[in-house]
Nanobody, 119 residues
Framework: QVQLVESGGGLVQAGGSLRLACAAS????????MGWFRQAPGKERRFVAK????????YYSESVKGRFTISRDNAKNTVYLQMNSLKPEDTAVYYC????????????WGQGTQVTVSS
């Protein structure tokens, strides 16, 4: 059974940092791009960041560019999202997704991890 399990969410003050992790099991995603999405209350799920299979190429939404960094460790089958300079508008449930092929979200989603940023 394929699973993506996110961790690292929590409550943080504006300007603070959090590091999310997404651990995959049941199959390897090392040959595929992976990504993070988020969903704020009452809003649609939106793209945050993605990373190529080898970690060389990354892409971010404009709202997080310069503050968030996506990375991966294929030996651990894990993808990370380092979030710095957090803002209240970053409050959302964050989801890991893969495999991302030709820019399209994959079939596998994690259960999500809540990030709450207080002002």
């Amino acid at each position: 059974q394929v699973q993506l399990v996110e961790s690292g969410g929590g409550l943080v003050q504006a300007g603070g940092s959090l590091r999310l992790a997404c651990a995959a099991s049941g199959r390897t995603f090392s040959d595929y791009a992976m990504g993070w999405f988020r969903q704020a209350p009452g809003k649609e799920r939106r793209f945050v960041a993605k990373i190529s299979w080898d970690g060389v190429t990354t892409y971010y939404s404009e709202s997080v560019k310069g503050r968030f960094t996506i990375s991966r460790d294929n030996a651990k089958n894990t993808v990370y999202l380092q979030m710095n300079s957090l803002k209240p508008e970053d409050t959302a449930v964050y989801y890991c997704n893969g495999p991302i092929i030709r820019g399209v979200a994959g079939d596998y989603w994690g259960q999500g991890t809540q990030v709450t940023v207080s002002s």
